[in-house]
């Protein structure tokens, strides 16, 4: 870890000063410390070097709350992953997000980290985490890949470039892209908003760049519609472990059936894609059709077209299009 | 005394130092603090192979609180590199970093940096600029200039055990099974991190750091240090895991105790997780060839195991299995060969089960291939093997209870219900596998020394430099004090972990409750007999029984105390010499001129996986296992359990990861170096089979500590082979191996 | 280094000490307080042995820094056993061998506390899930849910009999 300085914002004014303060020192790297599990993690491994750092935790009041509108969920940014994860409501009427939270890192970190620093979690590629590799294009640009000759079990197989094949390890943010859910984003200028599948950047040739912040821009909520296809949704996650372990691959689903047919459907893919990832052609593939096998295999199959495998994440299509058709028949057979 | 002490061996009693670890009183190495210490932080090298060519300090000088840097400038002539354990030294690696500025593996220690805080070591660290000189290295097996040498070329003492002609019987063979597997590399990553603090006081050391060998140490770091071993204590009262990798002195803490020497301070070293992949020891990657030839009833008339072992360029380290796997079935063929590959890698050693685990994982799963080529079954097909005279040398074990075993188990687990047929059984969408194994350790004792002193109270303190890794040591010790001195187990104290205590051998080999408990009872033996010849109560025969109630009262204030030295079956009085010397000579297994010294078990393994994602969970463990004579059911029940846990693990989830390109450890930290989490086990359940061994040592003690994890693997490959018909060869057994299962 | 002032209470009591800014929290409990019941095992949180709780929820200390609980209530596994008194998670892992070389016994009985805290009747699997934070390498899995089922039994009795008496 190196030196920064530590600072409590307790008031949305005083966010809004720091703000300010950082618009005049634009290189100054300020960093948001919420949860910190990401954070403090890459800071002690001397990955990421904040000079400043901004205890938010203190604006809970502002942004730490769950409510309902009628036709939306809204999450506060430092809603703690183990409240979204228990509410009531949220299980019934999304059991999407619910599962997505539930079955991602462990109790202790559910119940540090916040909804709006998970999904900005860092990638596990350890030639990323560890200052010791020194081919990483994401932490040291134009110093190269090291996980594309090396090992690369984990890695991604969509969304990739020829300079990062890192995966975005999240799981939450798979239901928010499956489910078109719009964030919130504070920056000097005010709130805007914008659909959550904009907020990440594949890696193409600049993979530091992981999303479209600004400096000094803080993500203070999402929305999440509600749809038809909102209880009518889960989160498959495959592991090696049966709990606390990134996704090999997960699926998150969402499925509007009427009359045993699919009148829509929702599908984002975790653990194979550099970011949350939705998969638009496979969801096309479905619609108007009947929830049987074959429609889900089909559907499976146009999901993975695209990928682009290296030796040791080549089973990831086998076994992301078994995923997704595994996923597809449970949410046909749901009650709901 | 209120509470008779007859029949403490053997009784199901809570640890006596749980109430410390469950408050958090129990203190570990790095738990304890002294005034004025600083810091060390680590710097590890980012290459395999080279040199250091330059190190720039400006930086990490600057920082504040950072008060020394060492590096090889500072450090060479001062420590000395050491023998490895195996060679009569007491290291697990002759490669002593800072020594000279040759870089040898991944990982390797190239500074260290001082400060008043742990913040400001870790800042000075990180600010610490190491230029190398690269060099191509090389990590394993299939890479290029590594150099494999037969074992019997490297080591004059090693054999190759062989009987017959098992070639001609293998090709004459009706039924013939010629396979290969492999098992990756693994780290024991013990929670407790590879912490060490050392102090100097008027030129005398004292050391805190968690050790399976403190003798060990102390003896190690005197050469090491070039000082008196007198002059010399490590402390270790509490030990957060080990399996083997605090049993040999690692380079650090010469490297600690010489900076805090130098710097007139104490000095605290708290080293990160994945430092501790590259500081400490591993197990290395093994391959086999194994070759069995069979009638087609099963019986065995060839067997041929060829293995290769990773080790570093220097050492000549290895774990050579055959000794047991030569041992396990009657054949009159056998052929064993070990090679050992020099690579560009940090020196391997001991974790839990070294030779057997990778080795029976080898034979037992190949025993279930010939038991499917020959449509026995896989436990009919061990009993028709069996045997009570050992195959190489025609020795009789002195109690092998394997199909004992075999049977408790397969009743516990329901095994008649098993459909034989792969794919056969279910459970919804998940396929079912059962399978099952033998496992077998070596039972080795080893010369030990322990002093008891009885108090006027009636209390009583054991001293001894025996080890609780875990284990139930401090307890096991106390039960039999307690039974030896007809005292209630309230009344014992038991000082162990502390090299200024009687000499006792490394916590290793599963040797510490013999070769301890057996020099604790002589000790007590001893004094009871002191007692009763001073207060001639009675004849020295006829003391055994004699209550203590009546001579208390006549014992002096500080009260009385006996020392005891043991030599068990097998060592000589060599080894008492070398006992204090802080060598180990532990004698058994297969090592015995007259004997053969293994407890035995068999393992059952229900696993689950699902049709589509293939997943593999295990739903149900059991081990069945006779060990001679259990001291606590409950602390053995526990290491059994966790071996059983452990070997679960091994199969399905532990692997270091390398980048081959660089000859350097990836997954080096708990979230992708993988073990098994609560959720991971289910249904565990370990059952002891009742066997009595008189010959073995005079309490009938078998070592149980490293028994539980061999056979898993080979049961949990025999599940996956059941559930799905794929022979999954290489270790660890991962999903991605089973998604062309048709299902 | 100017030094951050902490105002907090452990089990109960006010401490106030000073930290850098970057100080984990383990590291201000283990090194300036003198609590080590909180142990090291990965300082990345992916095992569970450094558990406390911050206003009763379940962290890892090495991933909060110190100066973040200012005004804060730490648990710690030091404020768990009333006096002499033993919990009956502590006894309960006592009995049932739930412990073996006890490095991670401190952060696996912290975390049980916090699970039985918010939910007294767990199911067997929402024990294994619910722990799913801590590792147990020598490992003593099976009996740690078991122990945490018998305390959980235990305090439920013993709090039905005590609205009985009430």
């Known amino acids: 870890m190196y030196p920064f300085g530590y600072q409590r914002i307790d008031t949305p004014q005083a966010l809004k000063a720091a703000q300010q303060r950082q618009r005049g020192e634009a290189d100054k790297a300020v960093s948001y410390l919420a949860g910190g599990t990401t954070l403090l993690d890459l800071m002690k491994l001397g990955t990421l070097a904040p000079a400043e750092i901004l205890d938010i935790n203190g604006l809970a009041h502002d942004y730490g709350d769950i409510s309902w509108a009628d036709d939306e969920l809204r999450l506060g940014a430092l809603v703690r992953m183990s409240a979204a994860a228990d509410h009531p409501r949220i299980r019934s009427d999304f059991p999407v997000i619910a599962q997505s939270l539930d079955l991602a890192a462990s109790p202790q970190i559910r119940n540090m980290a916040s909804l709006g620093g998970n999904v900005l979690q860092r990638t596990r590629c350890n030639y990323f985490r560890q200052t010791g590799w020194t081919a990483c294009n994401k932490r040291q640009p134009g110093s190269g890949c090291a996980a594309m000759e090396g090992v690369n079990r984990k890695h991604a197989i969509l969304g990739v470039s020829d300079h990062c094949i890192a995966a975005y390890p999240g799981d939450f943010g798979q239901a928010l892209v499956a489910l078109e859910a719009r964030v919130d984003i504070l920056g000097f200028h005010g709130t805007r908003t914008l659909p959550f599948h904009q907020l990440h950047l594949a890696p193409g040739s600049e993979p530091e760049r992981e999303t479209v912040l600004l400096p000094g821009e803080l993500i203070t909520g999402f929305h999440v519609p509600i749809g038809p296809w909102t209880r009518r949704s889960l989160y498959l996650k495959i592991r090696d472990r049966e709990s606390y372990e990134f996704a090999l691959v997960s699926a998150a689903v969402a499925m509007h059936l009427d009359d045993n047919v699919i009148r829509d459907v929702r599908i984002a893919l975790g653990g194979v894609a550099t970011k949350p990832w939705r998969a638009h052609e496979a969801e096309q593939q479905l619609i108007g059709r009947r929830p049987d096998l074959p429609a889900f295999e089909a559907a499976s199959k146009v999901a993975f077209a695209a990928a682009v495998t290296r030796p040791g994440n080549r089973y990831k299509v086998d076994l992301g299009q078994q995923t997704l058709t595994r996923a597809l028949l449970q949410l046909a057979e749901m009650e709901v | ?743 | 280094m100017s030094g951050i002032h902490v105002t907090t209470k452990i089990n109960g009591d006010e401490v106030q000490f000073v930290c850098e800014a970057d100080e984990s929290l383990l590291d201000v409990l283990r090194n300036r307080l003198g609590l080590t019941g909180a142990k090291e095992g990965c300082g990345t949180g992916d095992c569970g042995a450094c558990s406390v709780t911050v206003d009763g929820r379940l962290t890892c200390s090495c991933l909060v820094l110190g100066a973040e609980v200012d005004g804060h209530d730490i648990g710690t596994i030091e404020g768990m056993a009333m006096g002499d008194e033993l919990h009956p998670l502590q006894k309960k892992f006592i009995e049932h061998a739930a412990l073996q070389c006890g490095i991670c016994t401190p952060g696996f009985l912290v975390a049980a506390k916090a699970l039985l805290d918010h939910n007294p009747e767990p199911t067997e699997t929402e024990i294994r899930f619910g722990l799913a934070g801590n590792l147990c390498r020598c490992t003593g899995y099976d009996k740690i849910v078991r122990a945490v089922q018998a305390a959980a039994e235990e305090m439920n009795s013993a709090k039905k009999i005590q609205q009985k008496v009430a």
């Open chain 2, 1 to 743: 005394m209120a509470e008779t002490a007859e029949g403490v061996i053997g009784k199901d009693v809570a640890r006596i130092d749980g109430a410390r670890k469950v408050t958090g009183a129990a203190s570990y190495g790095s738990d304890f603090a002294l005034p004025d210490q600083t810091y060390a932080f680590l710097v590890t090298s980012t290459i395999a192979r080279g040199r250091i060519r330059h190190i720039d300090e400006t930086a990490a000088r600057r920082v504040p609180g950072v008060i020394g840097i060492y590096t090889h400038r500072d450090i060479a002539g001062k420590v000395k590199a050491g023998k490895l354990m195996a060679d009569g030294g007491y290291l697990g690696t002759s490669i002593q970093p800072l020594t000279s500025p040759d870089i040898l593996h991944d990982g390797q220690i190239v500074a260290v940096v001082i400060g008043e805080s742990f913040e400001s070591a870790r800042e000075g660290a990180y600010r610490l600029d190491v230029a190398y000189e690269r060099q191509p290295a090389s990590a394993s097996f299939d890479d290029a200039s590594v150099e494999t040498v037969a074992a019997s070329e490297a080591s004059k003492t090693h054999e190759d055990p062989k009987v017959g002609d098992a070639e001609t019987a293998f090709q004459q063979a009706a039924l013939r099974i010629d396979v290969s597997y492999s098992t990756p590399t693994q780290h024991h990553n013990p929670i407790e991190l590879f912490t060490t603090l050392c102090h100097w006081s008027d030129g005398k050391l004292t050391v805190w750091e968690s050790s399976q060998n403190v003798w060990g140490y102390k003896y190690g770091l005197a050469e090491q240090l070039g000082i008196d071993p007198n002059d010399i204590r490590v402390l270790s009262p509490f030990i957060g895991g080990a399996f083997g990798s605090r049993g040999s002195l690692t380079p650090r803490t010469a490297i600690i105790a010489e900076i805090a020497r130098q710097l007139g301070r104490p000095v605290k070293l708290v080293p990160t997780r994945d430092q501790g992949f590259t500081i400490a020891t591993y197990r290395a990657e093994t391959r086999h060839h194994v070759k069995l030839g069979a009638t087609p009833d099963g019986k065995l008339v060839s067997l041929s195991h060829e293995a290769w072992e990773v080790t570093s360029r220097p050492d000549n380290y290895m774990v050579s299995g055959t000794k047991a796997t030569t041992r396990l079935y009657q054949c009159p063929n056998i052929y064993s060969k070990v090679s050992i590959t020099h690579a560009d890698r940090n020196t391997p050693g001991f974790m839990r089960s070294p030779p057997e685990l990778p080795y029976l994982f080898a034979l037992e799963s190949a025993m279930d291939e010939l038991a499917v080529a020959t449509g026995i079954d896989p436990i009919e097909l061990r009993r028709i093997n069996d045997t009570q005279v050992e195959p190489i040398k025609g020795l009789p074990y002195t109690s092998r209870s394997l199909m004992a075993c075999f049977d408790a188990g397969a009743k516990a687990f329901g095994w008649h219900e098993r459909n034989p047929k792969p794919g056969a059984m279910r459970d919804g969408d998940w396929l079912v596998g059962w399978g099952c194994a033998s496992t077998m350790y070596p039972t080795a004792v080893a010369p030990a020394a322990a002093k008891v002193r009885l108090m006027p109270d009636g209390k009583a303190i054991v001293q001894t430099a025996a080890h609780d890794i875990g284990t139930g040591a401090y307890t096991v010790i106390g039960q039999v004090a307690a039974e030896r001195l007809g005292l209630p187990l309230a009344n014992i104290e038991v000082q162990i972990g502390d090299s200024d205590l009687p000499p006792a051998p490394v916590a290793g080999g599963s040797n510490t409750t013999a070769s301890v408990c057996n020099v604790v009872a002589k000790a007590c033996d001893r004094l009871r007999q002191q007692l009763f010849q001073q207060s001639n109560a009675a004849s020295a025969t006829d003391i055994s029984g004699m209550p203590l109630d009546a001579v208390l009262n006549d014992l002096p204030k500080d009260g009385i105390e006996a020392y005891a030295e043991n030599l068990p079956h097998g060592t000589t009085q060599e080894g008492i010499g070398k006992l204090y010397h802080g060598h180990s000579m532990l004698a058994g297994g297969s090592e015995l001129k007259d004997r053969i010294q293994f407890a035995f078990g068999a393992e059952f393994v229900e696993l689950r996986i699902h049709r589509l994602t293939k997943e593999i969970r295990c739903s149900r463990l059991i081990g069945a296992f006779a060990c001679g004579r259990i001291v606590n059911p409950r602390t053995a029940r526990s290491q059994l359990m966790g071996g059983l846990i452990w070997g679960l693990s091994s199969a399905l989830h532990e692997e270091t990861e390398i980048d081959q390109a660089s000859a350097r450890y990836y997954n080096d930290d708990l979230a992708e170096y993988l073990i098994p989490v609560n959720a991971d086990v289910r249904e565990v359940e370990v059952i002891f089979v009742p066997e009595e061994d008189k010959a073995i040592n005079d309490l009938g003690i078998k070592g149980l500590g490293e028994l539980g994890n061999v056979g898993t693997n080979a049961a949990v490959a025999n599940a996956v082979y059941h559930a799905t018909g794929f022979r999954i060869r290489d270790l660890p057994i991962r999903l991605e191996d089973l998604l062309a299962v048709e299902s």
